[in-house]
């Protein structure tokens, strides 16, 4: 089955770029998405990405994806305190016709200011 | 304002004694999931509904039971409650299974075992 893997903590200081990498393993994963969980709080659903889409911008938010290594990544520029939180990369394999989503450990993101 | 209400944000049982978990929405979504996320893991699909169609994950323990009434509705019961079931739940919707339809969260219930 699918196996979605997410580096555990990454620090910055505030105002430079994050980036948060995830990999995945089914190649049938046709729509990958990332949320994004402050203490306490549910998962707050950021942006997505299509498996024939290379690229997405959404403001501060750009995903990046390697079909071809199975890649995937979160950058946010311009990163804020506010921005600290748990981010999870999950994925939906089996081109979309389950609707199990199967998360990565989540990253920890620590904005120093 | 919140599309996907649970309630309570926090909740105490004692060991062995049923509870129950409430999550609402105001989305008019056909499919409602509950999930278990223990500290530090990502969370873990226990089932959900597909309007009134239940679909359980082959791991899930007996013990949790979930109901529909209606659309906007959807409860999590624990049975007996034992320790291991502390964690936080959360409720999500999405208009439709699979595809263009990205889940929903709600801000979770944090169970407490005593």
């Known amino acids: 089955g699918e196996d979605v893997e997410q580096s555990l903590f990454l620090s910055v200081r505030e105002g430079d770029s994050s980036v948060i990498n995830c990999t995945y393993t089914?190649?049938?994963?046709?729509?990958l998405y990332w949320y994004k969980q402050e203490p306490g709080a549910g998962l707050q659903l950021l942006t997505y990405i299509f498996s024939n889409m290379d690229m997405k911008q959404d403001q501060r938010l750009t995903v990046l994806l390697n079909k071809k290594d199975k890649h995937l990544s979160l950058r946010i520029a311009d990163t804020q305190t506010g921005d600290s939180a748990i981010y999870f990369c999950?994925?939906?394999?089996?081109?979309?016709?389950?609707?199990?989503?199967?998360f990565g450990t989540g990253t920890l993101l620590a904005v120093q200011p | 304002d919140a599309m996907v209400i649970q309630n309570p944000r926090y909740q105490v049982t004692q060991f062995g004694k049923p509870v129950t978990l409430s999550c609402s929405q105001t989305l008019n979504h056909n499919v409602m999931y509950w999930y278990q996320q223990k500290s530090s893991q990502a969370p873990k699909l226990l089932f959900h509904y597909y309007d009134k169609d239940f679909n359980n994950e082959a791991d899930t323990p007996d013990n949790f039971q979930s109901r529909r009434p209606n659309t906007s509705f959807c409860f999590l019961d624990i049975r007996s409650p034992g320790l291991g079931d502390a964690a936080m739940y959360l409720c999500?919707?999405?208009?439709?299974?699979?595809?263009?339809?990205?889940?929903?969260f709600g801000d979770g219930t944090r169970l407490s075992i005593l």
């Open positions: 999500a919707t999405s208009r439709d299974r699979g595809r263009l339809t990205p889940q929903h």
């Open positions: 089914d190649s049938s994963s046709t729509y």
């Open positions: 999950a994925a939906l394999p089996g081109g979309g016709a389950t609707n199990k989503l199967i």
